[in-house]
Every structure is written in C-alpha cells, then in structure tokens.
C-alpha cells in the first residue's frame, strides 16, 4: 500500500549481524545525493555536524534518495530534541547523534525518537513522516521503523560501551576515529597503534553487546580491517574526499601542459 509505513531495511539488517557499506556526504547538493543513492550502497550519512545542512536542506536529500538503494542516515549537529523532532517529522528515520559519552546520554537520545509514554517526541498529525496523515496507526508503528545510532567518541565513552550499548532502543553505536584519535592525543591520526587497539576493542565489545558497530574511513585498508573485526555499518568514502582527491589528480596530471 503506497501510504503505508515503509520498511527501514538499514536498521532490519544491521540488527541481523549483516554488513551494511555507507558513504559520507557533506556537499549539501541533492544532485549528489541523487547521483550516488543509486550506486548499490546500504547507506548514506547525510551530515549536519561539520557541514552546512539545515533542516530544509535534509529535506531535501531525503527527496533525492528516495527510488535509491541506500537509507538516509542523518547525523545531526547535537543530541537535541527540538532538532530530532522536525527531523522525524520531515522523513528522516535513521540519525546518528554525535559525541554520547553515557547511557544517560543514549537514554535521551532514543525518548527524543519516540511518541508518549515512551518518550518526548511531539506529536503532529500531518508531516511528510506519516505520509500526512495517511499512513495507518503510524503513531503506534513508528518506532519500529526508527533506527538510532549513537558516536563513541573519546576514551571515556569506550570505557562506557556496554552501559551504552545496553540501552533499550539504541540499534548501533558508531566509533568516531578522527575524534577518538584526537581524544587519544593524536588529532585525526588514527594511524598510530597507540589508536587501534582502542578502536578494534571498542567495536568487538559493542558486538558482544548485540549492538551493531559503526566506523567510517576513506581508506580501504582501514574498512577492511574494521570489517574483517565485526563491525557491520561502514562508510567507506566521502563524497568531498572523493571529489577533492579526484580534482587534485586531474590537475596534476595536466600540470605539464601549463609549460
């Protein structure tokens, strides 16, 4: 039924153990979005933490995925509710909240994704969301299709990853490497072996867990290597690292013709 809710297939799979390959995008153009929700990906990052996306910007990259492959998943700026609410209400069904360093933090993540008494979130009876109010019982059915993921970010929220990972309704827990480097004293180095072993341990404990385990990288030998140790949600490219690697190499390679 076209007015009926329709099946998250990021959050059913990453609750079943299967791997699930992401990108990053941080252009703020919906061509792109459009462009690359058609490669065969399971998942695209639509940032809103370090990038200039609003919420009528989302909104829009929500629209240019659809008919692709890949579930929005929208990292939004904070673990705000205001935020999450107009963000539920425009579509989105899958967002990341940035820098949870406790269960008390998790805790207010998910009740900000779900209707009373379960949570805060508030109740509007027509948004893009519920198809404006033509999907049946969506107020009752939401949840089950909204998928939350939180980002462990520094060394104390990987101390806290089964606190964190125990709470109801939490579905991932994402491992920020650039962050988790920089917290480490390595600022986006996590290259050095004095990082790995806190990356590579914080994902096979969120596993243990039943949690799925996020990572992100531009390097294919990081994404193996995460891959090869359990985690099951990986971004493995960008699309402004793509772009930018892409334009660096085309100059280079007309350097000469500059002579």
């Not at 385990?213 to 995460?226: I, M």
């Not at 990986?234 to 772009?243: K, N, P, Q, R």
Request: charge should be neutral.
């Amino acid at each position: 039924m076209i007015n009926d809710l329709p099946r998250n297939n990021f959050k059913h799979a990453i609750l079943a153990g299967q791997t699930q390959i992401g990108m990053w995008l941080s252009t703020c153009s919906p061509v792109v979005t459009e462009a690359v929700s058609g490669a065969g990906l399971d998942w695209l990052a639509i940032d809103m933490e370090h990038s200039s996306n609003e919420i009528g910007d989302v909104l829009n990259h929500l629209r240019a995925a659809q008919g692709g492959t890949a579930e929005p998943v929208v990292r939004i700026p904070w673990n705000d509710p205001v935020l999450v609410k107009r963000l539920l209400d425009i579509g989105a069904r899958t967002l990341l909240f940035p820098f949870v360093q406790s269960a008390e933090e998790a805790r207010k993540a998910v009740a900000a994704t779900r209707y009373p008494p379960r949570g805060i979130r508030g109740v509007s009876g027509t948004t893009r969301a519920n198809r404006f109010g033509r999907t049946p019982d969506y107020f009752n059915r939401a949840e089950s299709e909204i998928c939350v993921l939180v980002q462990c970010e520094t060394q104390l929220a990987a101390s806290r990853i089964e606190e964190i990972a125990a709470v109801d309704g939490v579905d991932g827990v994402f491992i920020g490497p650039a962050d988790m480097s920089a917290d480490i004293g390595f600022p986006n180095d996590w290259d050095r072996p004095e990082v790995w072993p806190t990356i590579i341990d914080a994902g096979r404990r969120i596993r243990k867990a039943g949690k799925a385990a996020g990572f992100l990288s531009g390097k294919e030998s990081d994404c193996r290597k995460v891959l090869e140790a359990g985690f099951n949600f990986v971004a493995v490219g960008s699309d402004l690292v793509t772009i930018a690697r892409a334009a660096d190499n085309l100059a280079k390679s007309y350097a000469n013709a500059k002579a």
